[in-house]
């Protein structure tokens, strides 16, 4: 799952930011999943830290990162000791 760590608004415990952004991150592995609603006017960047993960369909292995724009929402699953991070952000 997805755990809110830094954010605007502290909100969940998470860190405050001085800038319009929050921070995500989450571990994956095997039939673990999780979905995350976007604001299609914002951006989303998935950066993987290790492992592999599919995010909106598209595999990505350790190193590697997604800019997302216009999408409702970010869909994570098919992890293999996956770490990740994932920043919504003003467009």
Known sequence: SLRLVASPDAAQGS????????LYAGLFSGAES???ALDPARK???HLVRGEL???GQK?????AALLAGEDRI???AGR???VLVF???A
């Open 15 to 22: 860190v405050k930011l001085h800038a319009d952004a929050r």
């Open 34 to 36: 999780a979905e995350l």
């Open 44 to 46: 989303a960047y998935v």
């Open 54 to 56: 599919e995010v909106n």
């Open 60 to 64: 990505l292995s350790g190193g590697d």
């Open 75 to 77: 869909a994570l699953k």
């Open 81 to 83: 000791d996956a770490e």
């Open 88 to 90: 919504d952000l003003a």
